[in-house]
């Protein structure tokens, strides 16, 4: 009966040390752990408006830059052979006639 109880005391002991070294632990991690500072206040009015502004202006000149990219693609589009009647394929649509004939 002593070697029960005297294994049951050093299981218990086991356990004791083990929960005072991870609670010990615990401490530590939690007093290293300095959380993040958060801005409550937010932004300045005047970096605010700044920010404003420079977001403005972007999009602006993006605006600007798409109309000209936009105009300067339709130009390109545009193909002068569409407009003006070649003599090839006239000549080509007639042999074309006279051979099936």
């Keep these: 009966m002593s070697d029960k ?4 005391k050093k299981w218990q002991e086991k356990l004791d040390k083990q929960s005072e070294k991870s ?4 401490r530590k991690r939690e007093a290293a752990f300095v959380p993040p500072k958060e801005n409550t ?5 005047s970096a605010k408006s700044t920010n404003d502004n420079e977001i403005a202006d972007i999009t602006k000149s993006l605006k600007k ?5 936009r105009n300067s693609e ?27 004939k």
Excluded: D, M, Q, W
């Design 65 to 69: 830059k798409a109309k000209k990219f």
């Design 41 to 45: 206040a937010g932004l300045s009015e």
């Design 23 to 26: 609670e010990e632990k615990k």
């Design 5 to 8: 109880k005297k294994s049951a």
């Design 74 to 100: 339709a130009e390109e589009n545009v193909k002068i052979e569409s407009y003006v009647a070649s003599n090839e394929e006239s000549r080509s649509k007639k042999k074309r006639r006279s051979s099936s």
